[in-house]
């Protein structure tokens, strides 16, 4: 039982509900509607997690993930008996929410289930991947409300680019297992000096992107408001981004640095939601 949990991340759950409220409120959705939806994403993410967990017990082995590589058998059905009825829950609570959130629920399902078996295997495509997936309950929203705000798409792209330089740090923790599974990284193809350099690359662009959707937006907010946003913002990038360009100015890439910048960075997307109320107060 204690694995199977782990595995769920139900940690994920409240930031994945205040992303979606926040975005949801707005653009002057339905609040209640908006927290159904951060429902289905959770247990979507949940039946992802496990079924990777599951998958990718021989590499965790290796790396010692402490998931179900050890489990008994009980442990594994358990495990698996709850990926699907995590799924099933999503996709029918989505059914009844209305059919572009089922369409959209379906394709976040398919894309998980392809993840670990398919996409996981393939030079980048992986971080990618998990960056669409993890922006999930910030452009859900924009695309059940049929918004086309290009500052929304700007800033969820940052989002989405810090979810990538994170992946591909985390791809150097796990060198071995992924060699062991035949994946190919840029940490395993280039070695963990590139895959450093790379994720400082996108970490960079991703600041870049979300000090312009903030520039852009102070004329529309009070002072109090400009400095709650660029105070978030700081924030942010100190814990998102600035970890991976020091561990890079200092050449320490270890196992130890990696794992502390993804606790961190972690932080920093709690933030999000706070930022975004700032940025886009909720329209009554």
Known sequence: MRKTVRSCRFYFWPIIAANSLAMTLG???NWLHALSFSIVISSLASFGFLFNDLWDRDIDRVNGAGHFEHSSRSELY??????VGFLAFGICLACTLGRAELRLASAIA????????????????????????????LWGPLLLWHSADTA???????????VVAREILMDIRDHSGDILGGRDTIATIFGRRISAITAAIVSAAAAAILIGTFASSMGQHSLAGNCAAATSVALILYLAVHPIIRAVMRDDVSNKTVQHHVIVSRFAMALIPVLTIVLWPPQV
Do not use: E, Q
């Open 110 to 137: 398919v894309t998980l289930a392809l993840y670990t078996p398919i996409f996981r295997r393939l030079l980048l495509l992986p971080s990618l991947v998990t960056a669409l997936l993890a922006t999930s309950p």
């Open 152 to 162: 929304r798409w700007a800033f969820i792209s940052a989002n989405a680019l810090i």
């Open 78 to 83: 358990l495990g698996s008996l709850s990926a």
């Open 27 to 29: 653009l002057g959705g």
